[in-house]
């Protein structure tokens, strides 16, 4: 069965210090790899996604994550923390044989001004 | 582009009434949407896939004569919670994506919290 780790409930980071997300994967064959952003009473914003090609997928608001497959990992990161940044991060795992996606449980991301 | 919006956003009910929430792709149609379940301070939890024009598919343990989904065009998924319990108190969340390939984004809808009291 497919499942996504987040290890860590929080993370705190300094504004302007860069930012590293923890993610890891465990699904048979290739997965497709997806970050996902959730801001307070609101639903989730796409970041980014990783189908093939470059391990290093750039997204959206300048953060960038690198699919490490011996690793089976997808860690998000940003080289320069923002305080808006702060918001509840999702991973989430696809298989290629199905449409279903599987969140992790979620890191609350805090950046401290 | 790529937008989904969900109707209403916050709704609060007596016991033992039933509450409908729209789901809709705005500006792309999407045969598959997806509801998904996030209870505070957890992950989102999927509930069921509805197809356009055929049945939706429910995970284990959800209940579909409890929680009855009808995707009757390309662009609008509704869930409709019956018989509503204090326990179905959560934020509901849908998606969809644009095309049918496996690599296509799901966008999500902003939610909607259901209180029943």
């Known amino acids: 069965a497919q499942s996504v780790a987040q290890p860590e409930d929080q993370v705190n980071v300094a504004e302007g210090n860069p930012l590293t997300v923890k993610c890891t994967y465990s699904?048979?064959?290739?997965?497709?790899l997806f970050w996902y952003v959730q801001y307070p009473n609101r639903g989730l914003q796409f970041l980014l996604k990783y189908i093939t090609g470059d391990n290093l997928v750039k997204g959206s608001y300048g953060f960038e994550a690198e699919f490490n497959k011996s690793q089976t990992s997808f860690h998000l990161k940003k080289p320069s923390a923002l305080v808006s940044d702060s918001a509840l991060y999702f991973c989430?795992?696809?298989?290629?044989?199905?449409?279903?996606?599987?969140f992790g449980k979620g890191t609350r991301l805090h950046i401290l001004p | 582009g790529a937008v989904v919006s969900q109707h209403p956003s916050r709704v609060i009910c007596k016991s033992g009434t039933s509450v409908k929430i729209e789901c809709r792709s705005l500006?792309?149609?999407?045969?598959?949407m997806f509801w998904y379940r996030q209870f505070p301070k957890q992950s989102l939890m999927l509930m069921a896939t509805s197809n356009e024009g055929s049945k939706a598919t429910y995970e284990q343990g959800v209940e579909k004569d409890k929680f009855l989904i009808n995707h009757a065009s390309l662009t609008l998924s509704t869930l409709t919670v019956t018989s509503a319990h204090p326990e179905d108190s959560s934020f509901y969340i849908c998606?969809?994506?644009?095309?049918?390939?496996?690599?296509?984004?799901?966008?999500f809808g902003p939610g909607t919290r259901l209180t029943v009291l």
């Open positions: 989430a795992v696809r298989d290629r044989g199905g449409d279903k996606i599987i």
């Open positions: 500006d792309f149609q999407a045969t598959t």
């Open positions: 998606s969809a994506s644009p095309g049918q390939g496996h690599t296509d984004t799901q966008y």
């Open positions: 699904v048979s064959g290739n997965p497709y």
